[in-house]
């Protein structure tokens, strides 16, 4: 077991790259959640068109696991709050929503990790569920090569509402992350993945390097098993909170009961 350790060396290497989930990896929480309380603050949508994604967001983070339904469900319902929306709208509001609620929340260690990838000249990708023009302007903004992510439909510059494809989840990590090696000519072997979840098992063990970053129950124990890195950013105490509701089924029910009552003080602040 190894916590906060130099881990592998980080040197140069044309061959090799670092791949980054977003959602408690990179930054704290979940980045659709700050970018649809950005929007919702500029009046894009009402509170009850996110009301079914913050249940389905309790699921994940509290469960700990997904339900196949709810999966599709998310699938079904991702980003419909901003069909009718134009791209040149949602580029100038995540721009904004990034300086007002992402930058305050992104983890000092994994930005330091980040930095020592790119400062060796590494590739450094952020590989995400989140939507592409979010991932796109966190990637802009950190300086890092590019963001592969969640792709939305787009007519004539609005907004759908619908997918491209499908979310960038779970083994579509992976996958995207093999193409990425197969297009830049990189060696997976030598590259690096960090993630924070255990969904995120596909990605991380496609690389020689992987890292658990803020990892949840089930992913630090297989960390753990198989002598993974692990870096942990945040404080005891948050972090022995996060893993007791992990593992309380009692947890879900509140976090929903949270979710509902409280969503409108989330969403105005």
């Known amino acids: ?29 979940a980045s659709m959640f700050h970018l649809a309380r950005g929007l919702y603050q500029r009046g894009f949508f009402p509170t009850r068109a996110i009301l079914k994604g913050l249940w389905l967001q309790t699921w994940f983070r509290v469960m700990g696991r997904e339900n196949p339904e709810h999966m599709r469900q998310a699938r079904d319902s991702a980003l419909s709050f901003i069909a009718g929306h134009t791209v040149e709208e949602m580029a100038a509001a995540g721009e904004e929503i990034y300086e007002e609620s992402i930058l305050p929340k992104i983890w000092p260690g994994t930005r330091a990790l980040v930095q020592t990838h790119l400062d060796v000249g590494q590739q450094v990708w952020v590989v995400t569920a989140a939507p592409i023009e ?42 995207a992350v093999r193409n990425l090696a197969a297009e830049h000519g990189l060696d997976l072997a030598r590259c690096f993945a960090y993630s924070d979840s255990y969904n995120d098992l596909p990605m991380l063990s496609l690389v020689g390097h992987p890292c658990a970053v803020n990892p949840d129950k089930r992913l630090e124990h297989h960390a753990q098993e198989l002598d993974w890195q692990i870096r942990e950013f945040r404080t005891h105490r948050r972090a022995v909170r996060l893993g007791l509701l992990g593992t309380a089924s009692a947890g879900a029910a509140a976090g929903a009961l949270a979710a509902g009552l409280g969503v409108r003080r989330m969403l105005k602040r």
């Open 1 to 29: 077991m190894r916590y906060d350790h130099a881990g592998p060396l980080i040197r140069p290497d044309v061959a090799a790259a670092a791949f980054f989930d977003l959602d408690n990896t990179v930054i704290q929480g």
């Open 134 to 175: 979010l991932a796109g302007i966190i990637a802009k903004r950190l300086g890092l090569t590019g963001a592969v992510a969640t792709i939305p439909e787009t007519v004539n510059g609005v907004y759908t509402g619908r997918l491209v494809g499908e979310l960038l989840h779970g083994p579509a990590k992976a996958d």
